[in-house]
């Protein structure tokens, strides 16, 4: 090897030593007679430093290095006069006595520091100099851990990971396919996959029973900060289970997670009925870190003729503790932020429990001091607290108050990033009606089975029919979704009928999965918990970007490879393909 050490390992018991390290120049400070030189690589920094006078061709050298230069020295472990508690290596220096440059740089594009000066775009198209900070080569190495614990925890359970084709067919989950030309088969393509569901569930019909893979899923959907195009789950499988032995199970895992690598004890997993979500959060994934749950008013406040609670389907609201004393510009600017088209309120009702034990609110004329009390009782209020009210259609309300509801635990910080509050969400419903198309879709995938007591209803109320159907969340965020699937070809034929495809259609896109289920197939279910999400919980980001080595913009580029680009015309020809623009 070329070194003898990192630059991250030696510390004052290695006085004395004579090392060899190798490493990127950070920094160099010229102070005459010497030079100071930090150098870097993955494991941390280590101080050199250059007597200069004493060595001429030294001194040269020395002060022709730029940043980011590689470089190989040999030196002389020493005490430092000045020491730096903060760094590992901070009480030693080396005493260099031969130094080779093994490569010049480039002035980098951006300062190669914990906080940069390059903005987004500038150090995504030089993504591998990003990659050389500390804080995203942090992430990459949690990740790279979590990859491992998973695979210690699972191997240790008897799970078996098998690689699925990245060339299949269309995957339903509700996304957009990607798709690449067949050169072999004009006028076909492959579709990439959405995820690997149809060949877990064929693992299972094989007898694996016990399957994961840390896996690339593709899915051609708008992004955002938690989204890409191409990103990892943790896809797995099991068959002769119940519901309960997959919740438990990957408890486990997320416990396990947890405990070995943030070293927190996570307790079990709380759960709650996908209805009670939507009632009391008016979100499939709650921020359980904080309550303010929802409270619905209906009963108290309709027929004292104030027509918009009248006319609404739902009145509901939440107590946002010790916000009385809110300025009128400040409940403005709320309600401008509300009004947002992204949310698309028309306007809020508060009510102040004020600190002499009054109640203000902003619809005084239509309710007395007797009327706002029993609103306090309701929303559990006490002197102090702001109640934030809206109306209008239930589905709608909720989801703006849902909004509100995160906006406030963020202004009253109850959303700490070192707080984790892990919920499972139990028995969405099978099917969810779509407007744009005007028919019922699967929530979660066609092969999720409904519950078994609710089957009868797939005729007369399709979209009260509820799936053996779960989601794990923590703090807000999907992590992790599966299902109990179904394993009959009665039931599955059934379900392609009431999702509006053809016998033929459905023959044709999943007739390989329909006939498996014919050789045998055991009862099975799993789970995918979306790898990138969870690595950036553990990491305390908002994006999933910065855990993903080379990740795309939001426009789904590359721009350090500059993809996608066009293809020649020799491709295109090969493929028979022409673009119409
Ligand atoms: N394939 C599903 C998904 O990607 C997960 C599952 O049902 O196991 O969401």
Redesign the pocket.
């Known amino acids: 090897m070329l070194r003898t050490h990192t630059c991250g390992e030696l510390n004052i018991s290695n006085l004395g030593q004579t090392v060899t390290l190798c490493g990127w120049v950070q920094k160099s400070r010229d102070l005459g007679a010497m030079t100071f030189i930090d150098v870097r690589d993955r494991y941390g920094l280590t101080q050199l430093v250059f007597n200069t006078d004493s060595d001429a061709t030294l001194r040269e050298t020395s002060r022709s290095l730029g940043r980011e230069f590689v470089i190989q020295v040999t030196g002389t472990v020493l005490e430092r006069t000045s020491k730096n508690a903060k760094m590992p290596t901070g009480e030693i220096e080396i005493g260099v006595s031969k130094i080779e440059i093994l490569n010049g740089a480039k002035v980098p594009p951006f300062m190669i520091e914990d906080e940069t000066d390059g903005g987004e775009e500038l150090r995504a198209k030089y993504r591998y100099l990003d990659l050389r900070r500390n804080p995203i080569r942090n992430n990459l190495m949690l990740r790279h851990k979590m990859a491992q614990e998973v695979r210690k925890y699972l191997d240790g359970l008897d799970f078996i990971e098998v690689e699925t084709p990245v060339l299949i067919k269309s995957?339903p989950?509700g996304a957009r396919d990607f798709v690449v030309p067949s050169r072999m088969n004009p006028g076909e393509f492959y579709a990439l996959p959405?995820?690997?569901?149809t060949f877990?569930q064929l693992l299972m019909v094989s007898g694996f029973d016990r399957y994961f893979q840390i896996v690339k899923?593709f899915r051609d959907e708008d992004l955002r900060a938690d989204r890409q195009p191409e990103f990892t789950?943790i896809?797995?499988?099991m068959a002769f289970i119940t519901q309960e032995d997959i919740l438990n199970v990957f408890e486990g895992l997320t416990q396990h997670l947890f405990r070995t690598v943030k070293g927190i004890e996570l307790g079990s997993v709380p759960r709650m009925q996908y209805a009670d979500a939507m009632r009391l959060y008016g979100s499939d994934k709650p921020d359980i870190r904080f309550g303010m749950q929802f409270v619905e008013l209906n009963d108290i406040v309709k027929g004292k003729g104030f027509g918009i609670f009248d006319n609404a389907e739902l009145v509901v609201g939440i107590n946002a503790k010790g916000c009385a004393e809110y300025t009128r510009k400040q409940i403005d600017e709320l309600t401008e932020w509300l009004k947002r088209p992204q949310i698309g309120v028309t306007g809020m009702i508060y009510c102040r429990y004020q600190s002499d034990g009054t109640l203000k609110s902003s619809v005084d004329k239509f309710y007395g001091e007797d009327d706002l009390t029993n609103w306090a009782a309701a929303f559990e209020a006490e002197p102090g607290d702001m109640m934030f009210v809206l109306a209008g259609n239930a589905e709608k309300v909720r989801k703006q108050l849902n909004e509100l509801r995160l906006e406030m635990g963020n202004r009253l910080g109850l959303r700490d990033k070192n707080t984790f509050a892990p919920l499972w969400v139990l028995d969405f419903p099978l099917l969810e009606w779509d407007e744009e198309t005007g028919r019922y879709h699967a929530m979660?995938?066609p092969?999720?089975s409904p519950k078994p007591e609710d089957i009868a209803l797939l005729d007369t109320h399709p979209g009260d029919v509820r799936a053996n159907?779960y989601d794990l969340v923590i703090n807000g965020t999907e992590v992790?979704?599966?299902?109990i699937?179904i394993h009959d070809r009665a039931l599955q034929s059934l379900m392609f009928k009431h999702l509006g495809f053809t016998p033929e259609e459905a023959q044709k896109q999943f007739g390989f999965l329909m006939d498996a289920f014919e050789y045998g197939a055991p009862p099975h279910?799993?789970?995918?918990f979306?790898f990138d999400r969870m690595v950036s919980i553990f990491a305390g980001l908002d994006s999933i970007r910065d855990v993903i080595a080379f990740p795309k913009n939001n426009s789904g580029r590359d721009v350090m490879i500059d993809t996608p680009s066009t293809i020649s015309d020799l491709q295109m020809n090969e493929l028979k393909i022409k673009t119409v623009l």
């Open positions: 995957t989950e959405q995820s690997p569901q877990k899923c789950q896809d797995c499988e979660h995938h092969f999720t159907a992790g979704g599966g299902s699937r279910g799993g789970l995918a979306g």
